[in-house]
């Protein structure tokens, strides 16, 4: 069974700091790691998704890494800004293989507060 | 690309009243998934479709809950009898096999559910 946790559960930032937001999980057989945004009462938007054979994705100012073997991933966040503000989830699929495809365990995410 | 689009947004309705929401996917995304986000938690798997089929249920989906997606192209989910315990953000995602382990899931904005 998949289990995902978050640290820290909450964060708050001056504008311009670059920051690390932590996920680890307990299943390493994944294919793939996401990492969403999501804004009060909104849904989720997907940000990265990391593939199992890579070590890290980026775009913008976002950076996503993927240890496997330890179970961990990062997202790094440079020069935030008040747009940033948001609860950021990661989540990793529930198990090996094409039956796990989609079925994401989610973190309880980390929310960001990046005031001016 | 419109998105997933969800309808109702919010829905407010009385304990033991039937409620059924819809999810339109993005057009060319064959897999379709309910999830189920209560307050400060991550989104949970609720049921996954792959065109027409139903391919699986959680745990959590109770004898009460129902999904349907008659054509393969939008969803249903029928709740029976709401319980106040089925107060809760109600996600559709779609996703396309296309890159098949590696596609992102796209997530619609959600319908709030509050049963008093």
């Known amino acids: 069974k998949q289990e995902v946790t978050q640290i820290p559960a909450a964060l708050s930032v001056p504008e311009g700091e670059n920051l690390v937001l932590n996920c680890s999980f307990t299943d390493s057989a994944i294919y793939n790691l996401q990492w969403f945004r999501q804004d009060p009462g909104k849904g989720l938007t997907s940000l990265l998704l990391i593939q199992s054979s890579q070590r890290e994705q980026t775009s913008g100012r976002l950076n996503a890494s993927l240890d496997k073997s330890s179970g961990r991933s990062t997202l790094y966040i440079a020069a935030s800004q008040p747009g940033d503000s948001a609860t950021y989830l990661c989540?990793?699929?529930?198990?090996?293989?094409?039956?796990?495809?989609?079925?994401?365990?989610f973190g309880q995410g980390t929310i960001l507060t990046v005031h001016p | 690309d419109t998105g997933v689009s969800q309808d109702p947004r919010h829905k407010i309705t009385k304990r033991g009243q039937n409620v059924t929401f819809r999810c339109d996917p993005i057009?060319?995304?064959?897999?379709l998934y309910w999830y189920r986000q209560t307050l400060g938690q991550g989104p949970e798997f609720l049921t996954y479709f792959q065109n027409e089929a139903q391919l699986e249920k959680s745990r959590l989906l109770s004898d009460r809950f129902s999904a349907e997606r008659p054509k393969g192209s939008f969803s249903t989910l029928e709740i029976q009898r709401t319980e106040q315990g089925d107060s809760a953000m109600y996600l559709c995602a779609s996703s396309s096999d296309r890159l098949t382990y590696n596609s992102p899931l796209h997530f619609g904005n959600g319908t709030r559910l509050t049963v008093t």
């Open positions: 989540a990793a699929p529930r198990g090996a293989g094409g039956t796990s495809y989609g079925k994401l365990t």
């Open positions: 057009s060319e995304h064959n897999r």
